[in-house]
């Protein structure tokens, strides 16, 4: 639930930074910028509190995100985050104890995400606009292949016991191999509920009325994964009867990996299992001109909501300040979006679209040679010169 305050005519929040590591303290720094400047001309006043989590805090004091911050949050109107990763942790650790850890705690159990080709920029579609590539992915972010269920052995018989923990459920789940022969084996186990998945398609449903889109797709691979997906294409064909004016497609993950390239205007928003949902949207952000540019949220309408680049720390690019914070600043318009500041976010989104229409400043990943400050920068020199904000 949002815990917006007023003070006076001005909105407030209170908003976790999370920095994190590589890139994401330079690409926050600039979306920070962004959102403080279009702030100031709508009366609204942001409160931040910044947390050291990351690599760096983790190497120096081995503490990865304890519960009292959790906690702490939990009182907080939204998180607004770089990247976690880096080369001298072993890989998962951060992604598992910090990233994975706020998106359970919270139950974000929607990532929105935004696939959208701006005027300017370039997509390896070449003969795709800006009206074509316009759409949303909405992925179920809890269940599917990616409840971290699973092991491996090298014998005949095998037993093992697991438990899973979930915002809506919790379940011991006893695995028993018995083979005719030893074998090694690795398994994973995928599942979906009803109310995880009735709660995500929902959310679809009421996003598309609300922005006035009037398809919403599904996909999955319920021919051959019948029982998981069967269930999915259920819940959506009896969610859909609820929304008569909204027309629905259905699509296995193979045809729509392939409209994704011929046809992405065929799409306005798209709602997904998990999986299929991480890999179309890499996809995505692809077509709509490379990873520097996609924004996502992890939301929980009920609860405190995460926003970050979809990018992750790309090491290899930090402090050269070459990375495009044009996602991250993008993800910060979506936190105030989120937060009810629909003209706060729109001046951001603007300001986003002008520069690269103007094409007069871009990051290296685009074909420019302007720093990320510099485009931080240029953001702001376009809100503030904004001909429809309110206050001048
Ligand atoms: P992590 O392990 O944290 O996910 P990664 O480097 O493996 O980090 P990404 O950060 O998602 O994965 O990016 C892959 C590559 O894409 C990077 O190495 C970098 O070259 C490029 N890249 C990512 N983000 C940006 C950005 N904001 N601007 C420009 N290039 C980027």
């Not at 702030?39 to 805090?57: L, T």
């Not at 398809?215 to 859909?240: C, H, P, Q």
């Not at 949902?277 to 909501?305: K, R």
């Not at 074909?367 to 309110?390: A, H, W, Y």
Request: hydrophobic fraction near 40%; include cysteine; proline fraction near 4%.
């Amino acid at each position: 639930m949002l815990k917006r305050k007023w003070i006076g005519e001005k909105n407030m929040y209170n908003i976790a930074l999370i920095p994190g590591d590589g890139i994401g303290p330079e690409v926050i720094r600039e979306g920070k910028k962004a959102i403080e400047a279009a702030s100031k001309y709508y009366d609204v006043k942001i409160n931040w509190k910044e947390f050291p989590f990351g690599a760096e805090h983790y190497l120096k004091t081995g503490e990865l995100l304890p519960d009292s911050a959790l906690k702490e949050i939990e009182n907080m109107d939204a998180i607004y985050l770089g990247a976690v990763g880096d080369p001298r942790v072993k890989p998962g650790i951060l992604e598992k104890e910090i990233l994975l850890k706020i998106r359970f705690y919270f139950d974000q159990f929607i990532n929105l995400r935004p696939v959208r080709l701006y005027q300017g920029v370039s997509s390896p579609l070449k003969e795709k606009t800006s009206k074509d590539i316009d759409f949303y992915v909405i992925r179920e972010n809890t269940e599917d292949f990616y409840i971290g269920i699973g092991g491996r052995f090298e014998s005949q018989n095998y037993q093992q016991k697991h438990i899973l923990e979930r915002g809506i459920f919790q379940t011991d789940i006893q695995i028993n191999f018995d083979l005719d022969r030893k074998e090694e084996i690795g398994y994973q186990l995928g599942l979906i509920t009803r109310t995880g998945t009735q709660r995500v398609i929902k959310y679809a449903f009421d996003f598309a009325k609300k922005k006035n889109l009037k398809n919403v797709s599904t996909v999955d691979k319920a021919n051959v994964l019948s029982d998981m997906y069967g269930l999915w294409r259920e819940i959506f064909r009896e969610t859909a009867m609820q929304y008569p004016q909204i027309m629905t497609d259905y699509f296995y993950v193979d045809a729509l990996t392939m409209l994704f390239v011929s046809h992405p205007e065929k799409f306005k928003v798209i709602v997904s299992p998990n999986m299929f949902g991480d890999i179309i949207t890499d996809l995505g952000a692809t077509i709509q001109g490379g990873i520097g540019m996609a924004a996502g949220a992890n939301i929980n309408p009920d609860s405190v909501s995460m926003f970050e680049p979809v990018h992750g720390s790309a090491p290899d690019l930090k402090n050269k300040s070459v990375a495009n914070p044009l996602g991250t600043i993008l993800a910060g318009a979506m936190m105030l979006d989120h937060l009810g500041e629909r003209e706060t976010a729109s001046s951001i989104e603007r300001a986003v679209a002008q520069i690269l229409q103007e094409g007069k400043v871009k990051t290296r990943d685009l074909g420019g040679k302007s720093s990320t400050q510099l485009i931080g920068d240029e953001v702001v020199m376009k809100i503030f010169i904004q001909p429809n904000r309110c206050k001048l």
